[in-house]
T-cell receptor, first 114, second 112 residues
Framework: KAGVTQTPRYLIKTRGQQVTLSCSPISGHRSVSWYQQTPGQGLQFLFEYFSETQRNKGNFPGRFSGRQFSNSRSEMNVSTLELGDSALYLC?????????????FGPGTRLTVT | KQEVTQIPAALSVPEGENLVLNCSFTDSAIYNLQWFRQDPGKGLTSLLLIQSSQREQTSGRLNASLDKSSGRSTLYIAASQPGDSATYLCAGTGGYGQNFVFGPGTRLSVLP
C-alpha cells in the first residue's frame, strides 16, 4: 500500500506570494492533518480534515487555509507569505476508527521564504 | 491547553545500552498515544500506538507504556544500535476526533 505523499518536496517563495501544498493520504484513510515544524516551535498542529470537513483547527492566522477533496486528497494554502513561514510542512493521514487513531506521516514539503 | 514535555532533551549512549525516554502530558486524560522517530529533514515514522483500551505496546526492541493516572509515557529501547540515532517524539490525543499534541522530542545518539 502506498504511503502518504506530499508535493512538492521543496519550494522557494518570496515574501508576499502565496503557496499551495498538496497531500495524498494512504488509500482508505479519511482524515488528513497538517503540521508546521520549525526548530524553535517544534511540531505545531495547523488543521485536520475529515470527510471534506475541517474537524479541528490549530492556533494559526487566517492566512493558513486548507481543504479536502472527495477522494481525501488535501491541499493547504498560505497567502501573503512571511519569512517566519519558512518551515517543514507535514501532513498525516489516518483511517480514523473510534478507539484507534494512528497517524501516518508523509515526507514533508520544505518551504523557504526569502 | 494540553502541553507535552519530553525528558531528556538529548541523550548520547554507547551501542548496546538499554535506555528509557520519557513523555509527560499536563492533562492526564490521554485517549491515544503514539511514539514516532524522525530522521533529520525527514517525515515522522510511527513506532508504536497505544490505543484507548491499552496501557502498553511492544514491537521488537521497543516497548511503550502509558500511565493514564499520571499522564506519563515511557519508551524503552533495548540493546540500542547506531541506527536508532534519531529524534523521538511522543504525541497524544485527548479523545476520539481530537487532534494530536506533540512533545518537543528527545534527540538520541547511539555511538558505535
Amino acid at each position: 500500500k502506498a504511503g502518504v505523499t506530499q508535493t512538492p518536496r521543496y519550494l522557494i517563495k518570496t515574501r508576499g506570494q502565496q503557496v499551495t501544498l498538496s497531500c495524498s493520504p494512504i488509500s482508505g484513510h479519511r482524515s488528513v492533518s497538517w503540521y508546521q515544524q520549525t526548530p524553535g516551535q517544534g511540531l505545531q498542529f495547523l488543521f485536520e480534515y475529515f470527510s471534506e470537513t475541517q474537524r479541528n483547527k490549530g492556533n494559526f492566522p487566517g492566512r493558513f487555509s486548507g481543504r479536502q477533496f472527495s477522494n481525501s486528497r488535501s491541499e493547504m494554502n498560505v497567502s501573503t507569505l512571511e519569512l517566519g513561514d519558512s518551515a517543514l510542512y507535514l501532513c498525516a493521514s489516518s483511517f480514523d476508527r473510534e478507539g484507534t487513531y494512528e497517524q501516518y506521516f508523509g515526507p514533508g514539503t520544505r518551504l523557504t521564504v526569502t | 491547553k494540553q502541553e507535552v514535555t519530553q525528558i531528556p532533551a538529548a541523550l548520547s549512549v554507547p551501542e548496546g545500552e538499554n535506555l528509557v525516554l520519557n513523555c509527560s502530558f499536563t492533562d492526564s486524560a490521554i485517549y491515544n498515544l503514539q511514539w514516532f522517530r524522525q530522521d533529520p529533514g525527514k517525515g515522522l515514522t510511527s513506532l508504536l500506538l497505544i490505543q484507548s483500551s491499552q496501557r502498553e505496546q511492544t514491537s521488537g526492541r521497543l516497548n511503550a507504556s502509558l500511565d493514564k493516572s499520571s499522564g506519563r509515557s515511557t519508551l524503552y529501547i533495548a540493546a540500542s544500535q547506531p541506527g536508532d540515532s534519531a529524534t523521538y517524539l511522543c504525541a497524544g490525543t485527548g479523545g476520539y476526533g481530537q487532534n494530536f499534541v506533540f512533545g518537543p522530542g528527545t534527540r538520541l545518539s547511539v555511538l558505535p
